[in-house]
């Protein structure tokens, strides 16, 4: 049923989010995941190479001591990484990791998982700088309430968007969405993997390139081999024909191995991924060759759960936004108008500001209006 307006929406211009340099990071050590990762015994021989330890400093705010011996080395970095060993607890809270913690419409909500040492990674809330008396979180939101506090601001803004929300729960942001672990080298490498070819063929060129790294695995098996996927820098090493070999044309085994350079080199991290502004995660991944605008927005929103994202170039999006003002689309389908045909990149753009800082859940709700299938975004 369509959703009519009752007045024309007005711009609010915003300017973009700078990074902070008092933004934290939480961290914890997954030994198990590190053992499951490189198996010997693939088709690229010999023994795996020792795994890269990502570098790590103390925060700014006062120091406190660390719990547990065992932790990841720490070496000089950027400021405001938090480090926190498997199973120990956070410095000044009593939950795990995965548990609630500060969450952000602009920065990564998702926990990251390093794809060279399976570390684990989240955003833990921006810190009052030093010297001033505040030591706790300076924002209230969290990844158990945000999607709540979006929701209502997106009826606040349009209370007749109030039927969809109490009509589709938006899993993505809720608490459950943003405990699931996200290893940002085999989302992006399965984009890449998927463009221009159907699921089933996308899953079978996954899964015979994971076997290339891992030939003790028995290639007839049901079970999901995600978990096996190779290393940036097993893969930075690989030649060109070897890749092809899984099924992957010239240019997807080139751009995939690009990619694994890149975060093989330190050009990408999950630090620099969690902490960056959404223009600054926009500026680097869609430098890397394979990576498209439209990409690199899904991949921040269902991949890196940032919750201001808006794609108008999507045509579920336009042809939602095109029913949400009141257009009959089916009447729209057989017209003209090319890239645009639904509705005019402006207006999709003047509309969806009243919806900032929010807007990754109004498109989210946009595609839910014309029954766009969401889930086959995420995979």
């Known amino acids: 049923m369509a959703l009519r307006r009752s007045a024309r929406v007005n711009a609010i211009s915003r300017p973009p989010v700078p990074p902070s340099k ?46 547990g011996a065992l932790g990841p080395p720490k070496t000089p970095t950027g400021a405001g990484l938090m480090s926190v060993p498997h199973g120990s607890r ?15 419409p602009h920065r990564t909500n998702a926990p990251l998982v390093s794809p060279e040492t399976s570390r684990v990674v989240a955003y833990a809330g921006r810190q009052a700088p030093s010297g001033t008396k505040a030591t706790g979180p300076l924002s209230t939101r969290t990844t158990e309430n945000i999607l709540e506090g979006a929701c209502a601001h997106l009826v606040n803004v349009d209370p007749t968007l ?14 459950e969405g943003l405990a699931e672990e996200i290893d940002p080298f085999v989302t992006l490498s399965s984009s890449i993997i998927s463009q221009q070819v159907s699921g089933q063929a996308a899953r079978s060129i996954k899964r015979k390139f994971i ?16 978990k096996y996927f190779p290393t940036p820098s097993q893969v930075a090493a690989c030649d060109l024909a070897t890749l092809r070999t899984a099924g992957l044309s010239g240019r997807k085994a080139e751009y995939i191995q690009g990619l694994a350079q890149k975060f093989a080199s330190g ?25 498209g605008r439209w990409s690199v927005e899904m991949f921040s929103c269902f991949g890196l759960k940032r919750m201001d994202i808006f794609s108008t170039g999507d045509l579920g999006v336009q042809r939602g936004m ?25 207006d999709m753009l003047e509309i969806s500001a009243k919806f ?15 029954n766009v299938d969401v889930e086959a975004m995420q995979k």
């Not at 076997?211 to 995600?226: G, K, R, T």
């Not at 095109?322 to 402006?346: F, I, N, Q, R």
Request: charge should be positive; charged fraction near 30%; include cysteine.
């Open 90 to 104: 956070i410095a000044g809270n009593d939950s795990p990791i995965s548990a609630n913690r500060p969450a952000d």
């Open 322 to 346: 095109a029913t949400y003002v009141g257009k009959d689309v089916s009447k729209m389908k057989a017209k003209g108008g090319g890239k645009w045909k639904y509705m005019p990149e402006k």
């Open 162 to 175: 109030k039927h969809v929300i109490d009509k589709h729960h938006c899993r993505i942001f809720s608490s």
């Open 356 to 370: 900032a800082p929010y807007r990754s859940l109004f498109m989210w709700y946009m595609w839910r209006i014309e």
């Open 267 to 291: 050009e990408l991290s999950t630090e620099m991924l969690i902490k960056a502004s959404d223009e600054e995660v926009m500026e680097k991944l869609i430098a890397v060759r394979g990576l």
């Open 22 to 67: 008092e933004d934290q990071i939480v961290e914890k050590v997954e030994p198990n995941r590190v053992a499951k990762r490189g198996r010997a015994g693939g088709k690229m021989g010999g023994n795996p190479k020792p795994l890269m330890t990502e570098t790590v400093s103390s925060p700014s705010t006062p120091k406190r001591k660390r719990n």
């Open 211 to 226: 076997l290339l790294f891992n030939s003790d695995l028995a290639a007839d098996s049901d079970e999901d081999l995600s």
